[in-house]
């Protein structure tokens, strides 16, 4: 028969695991969502770009919420919670989680690269269009105003 202290671990292992599982599910989502971010990004569908940041900020806040959530369940009993992580299942899906993450990450990196190549294109393009606006005023067929030298005309 289980002790008090093995049915308590086995209790904390099992909500341990369904809230991993739960944040596992969350991570796999995060992980789909900068992938379609960088694919509006490298493939410049701009009108859909608003929308998904703001559900990327959305997933920010849940990520801080998953980080509370596990942090109260280690302040209930940190000894028991320490015993608890060490169960094969929760490594397991712990490990899983860290490699979503990375690999979110890893996105989030090429995301920003992209970014990066493309705000230096825009401002490049705006700078050409600034220039190619003043030629454009030069060679119009306005006659320019007469100018004055010195006083005279």
């Not at 860290?98 to 996105?107: D, F, G, I, Q, R």
């Not at 995301?111 to 190549?117: A, D, L, P």
């Amino acid at each position: 028969m289980l002790s008090t202290g093995d049915n308590a671990i086995s209790r904390l292992e099992q909500e341990l695991l369904s809230v991993l599982k739960k944040e596992y599910g969350f991570y796999q989502s995060l992980f789909i969502l900068l992938d379609k971010q960088r694919d509006l990004i490298k493939y410049d569908r701009d009108q859909n770009l608003l929308d998904l940041y703001s559900e990327i900020e959305r997933c920010q806040r849940r990520i801080r919420e998953s980080e509370a959530t596990v942090t109260v369940l280690k302040e209930k009993n940190p000894k028991l919670f320490r015993l608890a992580a060490i169960h094969p299942e929760v490594k397991k899906m712990v490990n899983s989680i860290t490699t979503l993450v990375k690999k979110s990450m890893a996105l989030v990196e090429d995301n920003r690269e992209y970014i990066t190549q493309r705000h230096e294109r825009i401002r490049e393009e705006i700078g050409e269009l600034k220039n190619s606006t003043k030629i454009m005023r030069y060679l119009s067929d306005t006659p320019s105003s007469p100018q004055f030298i010195n006083g005279k005309s």
